[in-house]
């Protein structure tokens, strides 16, 4: 079993500072991806962030324009952790933040997608 859980939600106003945190856990063979999708009532679950894993550097890193400049994702590949810091925000980042990993659990796995339960960011205006 896979399980990803997430932590660092919450309230902030305009301009304020959060930092998501999401740790892999379980039966874990490799991780070909860890990332940050959020979602609001109504719309589409899309993509904040996500780091790829290569094979020659410390990963491929890929960002939503509406964040760029803003929100920073690293990985701690030890820890089977990624994290997003938010910086600068603003009430239309409000949604439910879920944290995603495409990995394999065993070496005769195909890798496949697995969320966290999701975290709740609210900012005010």
């Known amino acids: 079993q896979v399980q990803l859980v997430e932590s660092g939600g919450g309230l902030v106003q305009a301009g304020g500072s959060l930092r998501l945190s999401c740790a892999a856990s379980?039966?874990?063979?490799?991780?070909?991806?860890m990332g940050w999708y959020r979602q609001t009532p109504g719309k589409q679950r899309e993509l904040v962030a996500k780091?790829?894993?290569?094979?020659?550097?410390?990963?491929?890193?890929n960002y939503a324009d509406s964040v760029k400049g803003r929100f920073t994702i690293s990985r701690d590949n030890a820890k089977n952790a990624v994290y997003l810091q938010m910086n600068s925000l603003k009430p239309e980042d409000t949604a439910v933040y879920y944290c995603?990993?495409?990995?394999?659990?065993?070496?005769?796995?195909?890798?496949?997608?697995?969320w966290g339960q999701g975290t709740q960011v609210t900012v005010s205006s």
């Open positions: 379980g039966s874990i063979f490799s991780i070909n991806a």
């Open positions: 995603n990993a495409v990995l394999r659990p065993f070496h005769y796995s195909v890798p496949r997608d697995y």
């Open positions: 780091v790829t894993s290569t094979i020659t550097s410390g990963g491929i890193t």
